[in-house]
């Protein structure tokens, strides 16, 4: 057997070798040519696009042009391909150098929850690169609309306002004017905004979703409990609804009175008078750090046996001394002092009309100079009177 005949035997088994590592259906890979991305196996949500950002690498010392396609995709599913913002179908690599493209996979509206397998394909005619990818749809997909909230539930007493933020979906596969609207229990106040303002109503492309404030206002003496606020979003044959609760831990009542309720009293110019001011809690929540001013009259002065009393439980009441002194020049009529209750959630006031008299050294020096004249006349009149 000659060399050369051995050497075309030999070629010829290397070529059956090779053949059988080759399976049927196989495609080599483009010589040089390999795709990267980071991220390959993400989550998503129905409807979600996703954005892949990947690196087209050619390590061989040749141009290489290459044609772009997604293999696997499920139907109903889209993609796109673009390289600096435009959409592309092929793509020219210089030898030893690289470059990005950007790869959107968007998944239907109503696509089932499950995980979902694909490549994408870059050939240069000859031969194929791919790079395999996974979503996983992480929530049962529907063409309808949706309202969610983080945080449906909220805590505060009967004064508070309750603000929520909820997300409205148009998980239609058209444009939707959802009108707003709640059906929470008579005397509950519920608006809605967008921003600053004000709406009753907003607009959703496909897909769109839109950020909505709920605010609620508890009606006056409401009682402590759990409450529900229904909200609706409505639009021609699609609508959602989302239950919002608002537990109400109590109400801030505060009064401010006398023993005997009895709100006026009297004082000599000069003089202090003591004052017992009654302060009741008559809400059902604890009241903290309640503190005690007055307002007097110019001059006068005023002062309390303890100017803050640390809490009132609901149903009960504490007892404040209030020493109020007259100026010395002021003269008899009637005068107003105001007393303040003051807590962080609540205050009441008290106006008390107080009587002022005169001193009654006054009263007997003002006798004693009546006398003195009476006196002074009765001298001048005999003395001087029958000449």
């Given at each position: 057997?000659?060399?050369?005949?051995?050497?075309?035997?030999?070629?010829?088994?290397?070529?059956?070798?090779?053949?059988?590592?080759?399976?049927?259906?196989?495609?080599?890979?483009?010589?040089?040519?390999?795709?990267?991305?980071?991220?390959?196996?993400?989550?998503?949500?129905?409807?979600?696009?996703?954005?892949?950002?990947?690196?087209?690498?050619?390590?061989?010392?040749?141009?290489?042009?290459?044609?772009?396609?997604?293999?696997?995709?499920?139907?109903?599913?889209?993609?796109?391909?673009?390289?600096?913002?435009?959409?592309?179908?092929?793509?020219?690599?210089?030898?030893?150098?690289?470059?990005?493209?950007?790869?959107?996979?968007?998944?239907?509206?109503?696509?089932?929850?499950?995980?979902?397998?694909?490549?994408?394909?870059?050939?240069?005619?000859?031969?194929?690169?791919?790079?395999?990818?996974?979503?996983?749809?992480?929530?049962?997909?529907?063409?309808?609309?949706?309202?969610?909230?983080?945080?449906?539930?909220?805590?505060?007493?009967?004064?508070?306002?309750?603000?929520?933020?909820?997300?409205?979906?148009?998980?239609?596969?058209?444009?939707?004017?959802?009108?707003?609207?709640?059906?929470?229990?008579?005397g509950w106040g519920v608006s809605f905004k967008t921003g600053s303002d004000s709406v009753t109503s907003v607009k959703l492309e496909p897909n769109n979703t839109q950020d909505i404030t709920v605010e609620v206002t508890p009606p006056e003496k409401v009682k402590a409990g759990t409450y529900k606020i229904p909200i609706k979003a409505t639009s021609g044959n699609t609508s959602a609804e989302l239950e919002l609760e608002a537990v109400i831990t109590g109400t801030y009542e505060l009064e401010l009175t006398t023993p005997s309720g009895k709100l006026s009293t009297d004082i000599t110019?000069?003089?202090?008078?003591?004052?017992?001011?009654?302060?009741?809690?008559?809400?059902?929540?604890?009241?903290?750090?309640?503190?005690?001013?007055?307002?007097?009259?110019?001059?006068?002065?005023?002062?309390?046996?303890?100017?803050?009393?640390?809490?009132?439980?609901?149903?009960?009441?504490?007892?404040?001394?209030?020493?109020?002194?007259?100026?010395?020049?002021?003269?008899?009529?009637?005068?107003?002092?105001?007393?303040?209750?003051?807590?962080?959630?609540?205050?009441?006031?008290?106006?008390?009309?107080?009587?002022?008299?005169?001193?009654?050294?006054?009263?007997?020096?003002?006798?004693?100079?009546?006398?003195?004249?009476?006196?002074?006349?009765?001298?001048?009149?005999?003395?001087?009177?029958?000449?």
């Amino acid at each position: 057997m000659t060399g050369k005949l051995k050497k075309m035997i030999s070629i010829i088994a290397v070529g059956f070798i090779l053949l059988t590592f080759i399976k049927p259906g196989q495609v080599l890979a483009v010589e040089g040519v390999s795709l990267f991305t980071p991220y390959t196996g993400l989550s998503a949500t129905p409807g979600e696009t996703i954005n892949y950002s990947i690196t087209v690498i050619n390590s061989s010392p040749s141009i290489k042009n290459m044609s772009f396609s997604v293999e696997g995709l499920p139907d109903g599913w889209q993609y796109k391909i673009t390289a600096d913002g435009r959409e592309i179908k092929e793509l020219s690599v210089r030898g030893n150098s690289e470059e990005k493209i950007s790869l959107d996979i968007t998944s239907p509206l109503d696509v089932q929850k499950a995980d979902y397998r694909f490549s994408l394909v870059a050939s240069d005619g000859n031969s194929n690169s791919k790079l395999p990818f996974l979503i996983s749809i992480s929530e049962q997909g529907a063409l309808a609309s949706a309202l969610t909230s983080d945080q449906a539930n909220l805590q505060g007493n009967a004064d508070s306002k309750f603000t929520y933020t909820v997300t409205l979906r148009n998980r239609t596969a058209d444009t939707q004017n959802y009108a707003l609207s709640s059906s929470a229990e008579k005397g509950w106040g519920v608006s809605f905004k967008t921003g600053s303002d004000s709406v009753t109503s907003v607009k959703l492309e496909p897909n769109n979703t839109q950020d909505i404030t709920v605010e609620v206002t508890p009606p006056e003496k409401v009682k402590a409990g759990t409450y529900k606020i229904p909200i609706k979003a409505t639009s021609g044959n699609t609508s959602a609804e989302l239950e919002l609760e608002a537990v109400i831990t109590g109400t801030y009542e505060l009064e401010l009175t006398t023993p005997s309720g009895k709100l006026s009293t009297d004082i000599t110019a000069g003089k202090e008078k003591i004052v017992d001011l009654v302060i009741k809690n008559t809400g059902t929540a604890p009241l903290t750090d309640v503190s005690i001013t007055a307002k007097t009259p110019p001059n006068w002065e005023s002062e309390f046996d303890r100017s803050t009393i640390p809490e009132i439980e609901p149903g009960k009441s504490a007892t404040v001394k209030a020493k109020i002194k007259a100026s010395d020049d002021a003269i008899a009529g009637d005068y107003v002092t105001t007393f303040t209750a003051t807590a962080a959630e609540k205050s009441a006031d008290a106006t008390f009309r107080i009587s002022v008299k005169t001193s009654t050294l006054w009263g007997i020096v003002a006798v004693l100079i009546i006398a003195g004249v009476v006196a002074g006349l009765y001298y001048i009149v005999k003395k001087y009177g029958r000449r």
